[in-house]
């Protein structure tokens, strides 16, 4: 790598910046301030590199965001539980891994958060692309509850679906998952200053 190749990285993340929505980043934080406020479950779900992004998010949402006296989120990781995931891959195929958990798990009105970097648009050899994740948010709303969207590249099908989605608008992988980590760590810190005032 050449000292313009990494310039020209970090212009990209320059131009993602100035060109990512602020009202549909406002709009996510609201709607999981919300969640937290009506004491809803918080399921978060994510593919691959998305799957670690989820991880770190519901331990923040569970963690960082808890604020003496105030309520507090429930927030869980549906790619956690390994041992009950490749049972579930095993036995009832990818594309029903997180639909499954939701039906034991959720009640009528739970909040979904679904990370993809291609939300959903695309095919390579395993078939399209993260169908699992918008099986989880359909069954979600047809049960009354909220959907929000981590999504890159142009939103793909989960930008349609969602109740709220930031797309982060860049087609480069590795550019879209470091900033859904910098979103979720951004969304924690609004919501932990809101709670601390």
């Known amino acids: 790598m050449s000292h313009e190749e990494i310039i020209g990285y970090f212009n990209d993340i320059d131009t993602v910046l100035k060109k990512i929505s602020k009202d549909d980043i406002l709009k996510v934080i609201n709607l ?38 105030k309520r507090r989120f429930r927030a869980i990781s549906l790619e956690d539980n390994v041992p009950l995931v490749t049972a579930l891959v095993n036995d009832e195929g990818w594309d029903k891994v997180y639909s499954y958990q939701l039906e034991n798990l959720m009640d009528d009105g739970d909040y979904l958060v679904a990370i993809s970097v291609h939300g959903g648009s695309g ?9 699992n994740l918008l099986r989880a948010c ?54 932990r200053d809101r709670l601390s005032k």
């Open 123 to 131: 095919a390579d050899n395993a078939g399209l692309w993260s169908q």
């Open 32 to 69: 999981l301030d919300q969640a937290r406020e009506e004491g809803k479950r918080v399921f978060i779900i994510g593919n691959g590199g998305s799957a670690s992004t989820a991880t770190h998010f519901a331990c923040d949402l569970n963690k960082y965001v808890s604020v003496k006296n």
């Open 138 to 191: 359909k069954m979600v709303q047809e049960r009354g509850g909220k959907v929000i969207g981590l999504a890159g590249f142009d939103g793909g099908a989960l930008k349609k679906m969602a109740d709220a989605c930031i797309v982060v608008p860049i087609d480069s992988t590795p550019q879209v998952e470091g900033f859904h980590l910098e979103l979720t760590h951004l969304i924690c810190s609004a919501i």
